[in-house]
Nanobody
Framework: QVQLVESGGGLVQAGGSLRLSCAASGSIFSINRMGWYRQAPGKQRELVATIASDGMTNYADSVKGRFTISRDNAKYTACLQMNSLRPEDTAVYYC??????????WGKGTLVTVSS
């Protein structure tokens, strides 16, 4: 089992920045891929960014050039630096990890609100 705790959400004006963090605990040696997803009101959960154990990253087109995902394999944390935020980035952001056996784990989410 892997437990995930997100932090760093909040209210920011359009054009501003926020940094989300995700701390993993438990069976951390089983972690392969780490990532962030988001769910806006009335919409399905969508991928924001992922980072593999070798550092390879993947981003949704809507956040490319604005968001940066990183991970610290020694501390088992993943961060999402979000710049040039837009009102459409408003959502609950969820940390996700996938184990080497392809088991997914989710955090409880952190709310990001971008005002216009």
């Amino acid at each position: 089992q892997v437990q995930l705790v997100e932090s760093g959400g909040g209210l920011v004006q359009a054009g501003g920045s926020l940094r989300l963090s995700c701390a993993a605990s438990g069976s951390i040696f089983s972690i392969n891929r780490m990532g962030w997803y988001r769910q806006a009101p009335g919409k399905q959960r969508e991928l924001v960014a992922t980072i593999a154990s070798d550092g390879m990253t993947n981003y949704a087109d809507s956040v490319k050039g604005r968001f940066t995902i990183s991970r610290d394999n020694a501390k088992y944390t993943a961060c999402l630096q979000m710049n040039s935020l837009r009102p459409e980035d408003t959502a609950v952001y969820y940390c996700n990890v996938v184990s080497w056996s392809l088991m997914p784990y989710w955090g409880k989410g952190t709310l990001v609100t971008v005002s216009s």
